[in-house]
């Protein structure tokens, strides 16, 4: 396969993930939709949670067994292991710790006063709910972008195997883990705008997201075909791992305040097994 096609089928396999992004403009005004689209996106993202962190494990077990044979030192090991440690943190922990710092802060509460001053407060009151109104859009808008970069990175490490596989001349196993990447992908962007809730995101917003979260897919693809690192591809499955177990946790909290456990849950496996369906194919292919 060349270099071309693999950049173009490698742009196909990514850019996938704007067919499901559009879900996110439709006005959904019930509670149930919203747990139910939001609990759906946290089965797919369990999926790719378990997906990466398979795939890391991969990458970790084998510089163990060339340990055993002899083949490698224990520094390679030992620097393996530290990369998955300290991505996995840094997706996850560090994820938070920023978005906290990000966080805008409290709003002050308004004067209490009687009298004259009622019309004031009134508007001090009208003013902080306007606040806390976009305070809670721009956490809900944030929280998307920050899916998009941990699909993203998961994806950037898909994009590797799709470059690697196209450039060993493997065409049978590229087009099949390309045809399974886009299946995949396309239900990623349910995982994106499904914690959105109430807020409709702007076509501007989903065309960004949509960026961040398959081009990487795209780039991984064109570093793969010119460079095999299992570092880079390790890196990349910790730091995704992390940060999609760090979202599936601000989901769950944020979605509790609507109730409708049993429907949550029933969406949640539905997505997780949707996740598992579409990486049949890639499975089928030996991906």
């Known amino acids: 396969m060349s270099f071309a096609q693999t950049v ?3 742009a196909l396999a990514g850019f996938t993930i704007y067919l499901g992004l559009p879900v ?28 990466v962190l398979e795939h890391a494990n991969e990458i970790v077990g084998g510089a163990l067994d060339a340990f055993k044979s002899g083949d490698a030192s224990f ?4 620097a393996f292991a ?19 710092r990000m966080r805008p802060g409290r709003p002050t509460q308004p004067p209490m006063a009687g009298g004259s ?42 994009g590797l195997a799709i470059g690697v596989s196209a450039r060993a001349g493997a065409v049978t196993l590229a087009t099949v883990l390309i045809i399974g990447f886009a299946l995949h992908n396309a239900t ?28 990487p897919t795209f780039l991984g693809s064109l570093v793969g075909y010119e460079v095999t690192s299992e570092p880079l591809e390790l890196a990349f499955y910790a730091l995704a791992a992390g940060a999609i177990l760090y979202v599936i946790g601000e989901i769950w ?30 499975a089928y292919g030996g991906g």
């Open 75 to 78: 520094a390679h090991i030992a």
């Open 117 to 158: 001053a009622a019309a004031a407060l009134s508007v001090a009151d009208a003013t902080r709910l306007t606040e806390q109104g976009e305070s809670a859009r721009r956490r809900a808008l944030q929280t998307g972008v920050v899916i998009a970069t941990a699909i993203g990175m998961h994806n950037f490490a898909e």
């Open 188 to 215: 990623e962007g349910f995982g994106i705008v499904g914690p959105l809730g109430g807020v409709t995101p702007s076509w501007r917003w989903l065309g960004l997201v949509g960026l961040i979260g398959g081009g």
């Open 8 to 10: 173009l089928l490698g």
């Open 24 to 51: 996110g403009r439709l006005e959904l005004l019930t509670d149930r939709a919203r747990v139910g689209l939001a609990m759906f996106s946290v089965g797919i993202l369990a999926f790719i949670f378990v997906d």
């Open 253 to 282: 909290h944020g979605m509790r305040r609507y109730g409708h456990r049993e429907l949550g849950l029933l969406l949640l496996a539905a997505g997780f097994i949707t996740g598992v369906l579409t990486d049949l194919v890639v």
């Open 82 to 100: 530290a990369l998955l440690a300290g991505g996995f943190t840094l997706g996850s922990a560090g994820l938070g710790i920023l978005e906290r």
